[in-house]
């Protein structure tokens, strides 16, 4: 990278571009890059994407918690090289940015998953791959060819499935283990309910269990019990139940012919909705996971301090503030707002974990922000979604570029050289 910085380079070949008439291909601000990507996805794709729990408070107060910060730079400081570069797990990272796991990304666009894993490996930002994906973890470790990424896990109801997961994401590659601890039910969220519409339902997002030999076991022990024979329970042949049956045919592992009679695909969707989380979970489990596996073990949707202290006390390997982007709880304290009360108590009980943290980033400054206050890392949710929506792997790619670059020139022009500036007494309160 030339002295200038990727900031720099990114912008101007942003500029030169355009000198020949050729725009960027996703909006570079993070509201226009929503409201572009809703005018071309589908109105049960946008809910999914957008809607948040209840009220969406909660989604809200991520994006108003930043508003409550500004940035005082600092000035006469060499800026011309810059570091934006952080070790996780003994790996160095060239940013600090991570792609937050995002379920059923075929909503977006056809290749979904494949699609973010050839954008982040362009970018060189790592992926955490979704259980909720739309493409298994061994295909899309394949296309990611070894430039990394992590696995985000829900833990199952099923001992034997968790297990399976993790043992299929150590083996394609996974350097990482983040569990979401949010997700012990769906959260209400009206835009999906008022659309009657969950994707799962569908066999969509699914592709992690539907390939999975121990998923496989399940569905096939309940078509042989009798509570997966479509011809038992077949639904009124509305049009809705029609495509209904299409979607999960045709997200279901063989061919369509066989699987539009078959009970299978029916049975897949049941058994996934049977045990796809575990209500009972608690700190007493975690010993459990340890056992399973040698990855780092993260926990996402710390949100209180006390929280993170166990959470360090258990052993694990990173805390993840992170409230879901607003998705599960009505009127959830915001993401920013609790970072650093869990930056405090992990640091306060004498641990080196890392301290990440997604929920309502959509810029630069934001992540600056973020990092500020002790993130660690960021991880990057709707928008590189939205990117997707827009311009397939393109897309995704111009939004991690747009967000490293932006970061880069928020440091430059702040007098930062390095993550290690980005202190908290580089913000003031807004008044």
Known sequence: MPLAGFGRTAQSAIYRAGAFGRRPSVPTDGTRLEAAARRVMSKRGYAYVAGSAGSESGADANTAAFTRWR?????????????????????????????????VLSMADDEAD??????????????????????????VARALAGSGHWFQLYWSSDDDLVESLVSRAEAC?????????????????????DLGHLPFARGEGIAQYTSDP?????????????????????????????????????????????????????????????????????????????????????LKGILHPEDARRAVDAGVDGVYVSNHGGRQVDRSVAALDALPGVVEAVRGAGSGVPVLFDSGIRCGADAFMALCLGATAVGIGRPHVYGLALAGADGVSEVLRN??????????????????????DRLVTAP
């Open 71 to 103: 940035v005082v730079p600092r000035m006469l400081v060499d800026t011309t090289e810059r570091d934006t570069s952080v070790e996780l797990f003994g790996r160095r990272h060239d940013s600090p940015f991570l792609v937050a796991p995002v379920g």
């Open 173 to 193: 590659g996974s350097e990482a283990l983040v569990v979401t601890l949010d997700t012990a039910y769906l959260g209400w969220r009206p835009r999906d309910l």
């Open 214 to 298: 121990v998923f496989r076991r399940l569905v096939a022990e309940r078509v042989e019990a009798g509570s997966g024979d479509a011809s038992s329970t077949r639904p009124r042949p509305t049009p809705a139940a029609v495509s209904t049956l299409l979607s999960m045919s045709r997200r279901h592992p063989g061919a369509l012919r066989h699987n539009l009679t078959a009970p299978e695909p029916r049975a897949a969707v049941e058994t996934f909705l049977d045990v796809f989380s575990r209500p009972s979970l608690t700190w007493a489990d975690l010993p459990r996971l340890r056992e399973m596996t040698r990855l780092p073990i993260v």
């Open 114 to 139: 494949l699609a973010v894993a050839r954008a982040a490996r362009e970018q060189q930002v790592t992926p955490i791959l979704s259980t909720q994906a739309s493409v298994p973890m061994e295909d």
């Open 403 to 424: 967000l490293r670059a932006e970061l880069d020139l928020q440091m430059a022009l702040t007098g930062c050289t390095s993550l290690v500036d980005l202190t908290p």
